[in-house]
């Protein structure tokens, strides 16, 4: 078992910064890098960013590329997400999630275990 807890989130104006923390216990060995998604109401969870831990490679939703930036650390199983010029549309609920398969990054279904969420609200 996997327990994944984000921190993080709140209040900014719009061209503001947030830096999102994700910090996973348990069982994470089986696990082959980290990712964002958020999900705003009435919309499906999309993919926001992702860290590979092996070679470390990045991968982003092109909306947030040049403004967020995924970095995380295998060895204390944590992960963050630094967003900045942020923008009102992008206010939604922020999960971190384990990927199991070491591809499909973008993909819901590559994930396993899911945080309880953190909100992000961008006022205009």
């Known amino acids: 078992q996997v327990q994944l807890v984000e921190s993080g989130g709140g209040l900014v104006q719009a061209g503001g910064s947030l830096t999102l923390s994700c910090a996973a216990s348990?069982?994470?060995?089986?696990?082959?890098?980290m990712g964002w998604f958020r999900q705003a109401p009435g919309k499906e969870r999309e993919f926001v960013a992702a860290?590979?831990?092996?070679?470390?490679?990045?991968y982003y939703t092109d909306s947030v590329k040049g403004r967020f930036t995924i970095s995380g650390d295998n060895a204390e199983n944590t992960v963050y997400l630094q967003m900045n010029s942020l923008k009102p549309e992008e206010t939604a609920v922020y999960y971190c999630?384990?990927?199991?398969?070491?591809?499909?990054?973008?993909?819901?279904?590559?994930?396993?275990?899911w945080g309880q969420g953190t909100q992000v609200t961008v006022s205009s």
């Open positions: 860290i590979s831990w092996s070679g470390g490679s990045t």
């Open positions: 999630a384990t990927n199991i398969l070491g591809n499909a990054y973008y993909s819901t279904w590559a994930y396993d275990y």
């Open positions: 348990g069982h994470t060995f089986s696990s082959y890098g």
